[in-house]
């Protein structure tokens, strides 16, 4: 994996990381999990980014450089990993939103549950970084060079069974077609549309 798979607009990189594997070791240990599902946000022309409004220190690693790592806590519960993406200054991220546990499935449901099926250990964001351990510790990590977090190549996924869809939950720009995930996954989280949805100032 290097700097030019991810230096190119979110949701163009975002399909092709189905497949990839991020990998988070910590003290209790290390898991490793293939990504399912993503959702690309595109900086300042998105609606629905953390970037829309221009950079601000929480935001600041959006802009890059491409390959690092954004974290940020969703409703003050749940972190959410992004994976840095684009043109250094240009602001562009995609967020992982499912995976399936292929190294440390043990560590991974014991942070999770014990009664947590396999399928459903990584299944949604939030669940995502619980179950590798990712926390706002994480933030800003090179995935490139062997920090504590590492994106790196996995099992390619067939172009006939990416889907693509409206993104999940998010209230501006709900309808843009910036969701990927493999098609018939189990890992794949549920659609769902948020009650506060209204449709994109644009594209």
């Not at 977090?149 to 209230?171: D, M, N």
Request: glycine share 12%; with cysteine; hydrophobic share 35%.
């Amino acid at each position: 994996m290097n700097v030019d798979f991810l230096a190119h607009p979110a949701e163009e990189v975002a399909p092709k990381l189905l497949g990839t594997v991020l990998t988070c070791e910590t003290p209790e240990g290390t898991v490793s999990v293939a990504i399912t599902e993503t959702e690309a946000y595109s900086g300042t022309a998105d609606p629905a980014s953390h970037a829309y409004r221009g950079r601000t220190p929480r935001n600041a690693v959006m802009f890059g450089p491409a390959g690092h790592l954004y974290v940020y806590r969703s409703h003050g519960l749940h972190w959410c990993a992004n994976v840095v993406t684009g043109t250094n200054g240009v602001a562009s991220a995609v967020l992982i939103r499912a995976g399936r546990v292929v190294k440390g499935e043990d560590l991974a449901r014991e942070r999770r549950g014990e009664g947590v099926e396999s399928a459903r250990l990584a299944r949604g964001p939030g669940n995502f970084c619980r179950a590798l351990g990712i926390t706002g510790e994480h933030g800003g990590a090179d995935l490139l060079k062997g920090s504590s977090v590492v994106l790196s190549e996995g099992e390619p996924v067939s172009a006939a069974l990416i889907r693509v869809g409206p993104r999940v939950g998010v209230s501006r720009a709900h309808d843009w077609q910036h969701r990927f995930h493999v098609a018939g996954d189990p890992t794949v989280s549920a659609y769902r549309l948020s009650p506060r949805a209204r449709p994109a100032d644009g594209a």
